[in-house]
């Protein structure tokens, strides 16, 4: 059976069997003893995008994988590190140092400054997170949809979408579907957090899950 690590564009946790390109934390989130979550779904408002492979390092999977012996941070998985930047997640400046370097760079107008500090920018995005409290913001309106940049998600019912070249890109723990426009599908939730928003119109690129090529 699949462990229960696997993150959805709203920040909810699933346990599917397709393990995604990018992973990532919330702190310590689960018992290694069962190696299932805790009721709490996230430990520190510092929420991050790792790389998978990382100087030959070697974890077991939400394990004992701190040098104490107890739990280390619960390893989270996303399809790409645009379902992460929609869960309210942000790159890790251990592993991917330059591209952390950039996100708070591109982040830099909404703190009136050149250079925020990481801690900053963790809380700004624990208060937008839908899953953490954020407001709900709709997109109502082709104009309101157009001034969204590319690697924007949105949802609509029970199924979400991320904006690319223009349109909108089914999302599923598989990878991209079907190319829709705004006028098919209408009425739409922003999950992408203020914040992040503005890092992609500001010029950060973040990954894409190579499905996206594919229509």
Same mark, same amino acid.
């Given at each position: 059976m699949p462990l229960q690590n696997r993150v959805d564009p709203l920040g909810q946790i699933h346990a599917v069997p397709w393990r995604g390109t990018f992973t990532g934390n919330r702190g310590v989130i689960h018992d290694p003893a069962t190696r299932t979550l805790l009721k709490r779904r996230w430990s520190t408002h510092a929420w991050l995008i790792c790389?998978?492979?990382?100087?030959?390092?070697?974890?077991?999977?939400?394990?004992?994988?701190?040098?104490?012996?107890?739990?280390?941070?619960?390893?989270?998985?996303?399809?790409?590190?645009?379902?992460?930047? @929609?869960?309210?997640?942000?790159?890790?400046?251990?592993?991917?140092?330059?591209?952390?370097?950039?996100?708070?760079?591109?982040?830099?107008?909404?703190?009136?400054?050149?250079?925020?500090?990481?801690?900053?920018?963790?809380?700004?995005?624990?208060?937008?997170?839908?899953?953490?409290?954020?407001?709900?913001?709709?997109?109502?309106?082709?104009? @309101?949809?157009?001034?969204l940049p590319d690697g924007a998600v949105l949802r609509s019912g029970e199924h979400c979408f991320a904006k690319h070249g223009g349109a909108l890109r089914l999302w599923t723990f598989r990878g991209y579907g079907e190319r829709l426009t705004f006028r098919q599908i209408g009425r739409l939730q922003l999950l992408t957090p203020p914040t992040t928003l503005v890092a992609l119109k500001a010029g950060y690129g973040p990954a894409w899950h190579n499905s996206i090529r594919l229509r």
């Open positions: 790389v998978c492979d990382f100087r030959g390092r070697r974890r077991e999977v939400m394990g004992r994988n701190a040098p104490s012996g107890n739990a280390g941070w619960t390893e989270l998985f996303f399809l790409d590190e645009v379902t992460a930047l @929609a869960a309210g997640h942000r790159p890790c400046f251990y592993c991917r140092r330059e591209r952390a370097a950039a996100f708070v760079a591109c982040c830099a107008q909404v703190f009136g400054r050149s250079a925020p500090r990481a801690t900053e920018l963790d809380t700004r995005l624990h208060a937008e997170r839908l899953i953490s409290g954020g407001p709900f913001v709709a997109v109502e309106d082709e104009a @309101a949809f157009t001034a």
